[in-house]
């Protein structure tokens, strides 16, 4: 049976999105400043195997899970 993901406020986790790069080109205003943003060195960014590791365990969890 799938375990309930729960954030720090209680709310229960139905989707979970992860991103793969932080160099997203959608330009969303709230997350994309128009003055830009300092990029992330690659040795920050999660490995492939983390995000393998992350999204299997938000799979036996009961949201929903997506790579982006
Ligand atoms: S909020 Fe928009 S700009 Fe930010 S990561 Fe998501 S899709 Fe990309």
Not at 20 to 28: A, E, L, M, Q, S
Not at 43 to 61: C, G, N, P
């Amino acid at each position: 049976m799938p375990v309930p993901l729960v954030d720090p406020f209680g709310r229960r986790v139905k989707d979970l999105r992860i991103s793969i790069t932080d160099r997203c080109n959608f330009r969303c205003t709230y997350c994309m400043p128009a003055e830009g943003l300092q990029w992330m060195a690659r040795d920050e960014l999660l490995t492939y195997e983390e995000l393998a590791r992350i999204a299997r365990s938000a799979s036996s969890s009961s949201a929903s899970t997506r790579c982006a």
